[in-house]
């Protein structure tokens, strides 16, 4: 029962910057800007959505088939792929790209100057959702624009229910994509930042969204998250992270845990719990692929989170 994951593979390099920008950047002279941050500290982490939902999906002991486009330096992740057993073959190397990347700066204000090259995965739309077989469900996160388009449209041909995450892709589409999206889609994630975006331009209402799709779950950050669904609303609480050391990623671990909970079929007030303990165990952590743990502690930790068992 494998989970269709299309989305991005990326690098992300993390450096941080030991001032402030504003330090830095005049504002008198923005029009001849030219700054050079020293950045005596620097991350390189595996990333991109479905790099980050195939990890955590395989935490829980899920059975991810990430399906994405990388460049001809994909082999280290190729290599932590493998190490975790995550099936690689649905993951196309275009050998005159790079991998999809983030370089990413912070300041001590936790501001952030990111530059994204997105490579390799600009030519998602060569993978076909038909390629992959003994598909349960699938998800479609951010990825290439074409290749969204279409693997929401290929979903939704081949009858495999999919979750829609639009998540930081949601700049590229217009009312019209988000509706087709909404209407193809089985599920609808976002979190509440990017909830005012969808309802702004497609001018649905949450039941309306909620009377076009299974469930509409909506993240809150340290809030939990709400899920509508058949008429009901579901308020999820957050676990409380040991500390909060990184929130990248959350959402990521978040999807991995709906995933979870809708190939069991599990009910919404526990699928959502699942969703929640792993956004709380990935914040503890830097970087979006660097938490473990094993199964039974995971369970232990949610009877204590939430005074219920899975
Ligand atoms: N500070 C926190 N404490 C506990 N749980 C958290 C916290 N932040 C996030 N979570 C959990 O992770 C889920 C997803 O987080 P959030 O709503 O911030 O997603 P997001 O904004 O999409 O994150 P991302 O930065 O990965 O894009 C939340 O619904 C919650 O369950
Ligand atoms: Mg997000």
């Not at 209407?183 to 969204?209: I, M």
Request: include cysteine; glycine fraction near 8%; aromatic fraction near 10%.
């Amino acid at each position: 029962m494998s989970v269709l994951i299309c989305g991005s593979v990326a690098y992300d390099t993390i450096m941080v910057f030991k001032d402030r920008f504003k330090n830095h950047i005049l504002p008198d002279k923005l029009h001849v800007l030219s700054v050079s941050f020293l950045v005596p500290e620097m991350r390189k982490e595996f990333g991109g959505c479905a790099g980050n939902i195939a990890y955590n999906l395989k935490l829980l002991g899920g059975d991810p088939l990430p399906m994405a486009t990388v460049g001809r330096d994909f082999r280290r992740y190729g290599n932590w792929m493998d190490q975790w057993d995550i099936p690689r073959r649905h993951v196309t190397i275009v050998d005159d790209e790079f991998t999809a990347q983030a370089f990413i700066t912070t300041d001590l204000a936790d501001n952030q100057i990111t530059a994204f090259h997105p490579g390799a995965m600009s030519y998602s739309h060569l993978n076909e959702v038909s390629e992959a077989e003994d598909v349960t469900i699938g998800i479609v996160s951010p990825d290439g624009r074409d290749g969204m388009i279409k693997h929401a449209e290929q979903f939704a041909d081949a009858d495999i229910p999919f979750i829609f995450d639009p998540s930081q892709g949601l700049p590229m589409f217009d009312a019209g994509d988000l509706t087709r999206f909404i209407d193809q889609a089985t599920w609808v994630t976002v979190n509440d930042y990017e909830w005012e975006l969808v309802t702004d331009h497609t001018g649905l209402s949450k039941s309306q969204v909620q009377e076009r799709v299974e469930a509409l779950i909506i993240t809150k950050g340290a809030k939990g998250s709400e899920i509508h669904a058949k008429g009901k609303v579901y308020e999820i609480p957050a676990a409380k992270p040991a500390q909060t050391a990184d929130p990248t990623g959350c959402g990521d671990a978040h999807r991995a845990g709906l995933l979870y909970g809708l190939i069991n079929d599990m009910d919404w007030e526990t699928t959502g719990r699942i969703a929640s303990l792993m956004g709380a165990i990935k914040i503890e952590s830097y970087g979006t692929q660097n938490h473990t743990f094993e199964r039974d502690d995971f369970d232990l930790r949610f009877e204590e989170s939430f005074g219920r068992t899975i």
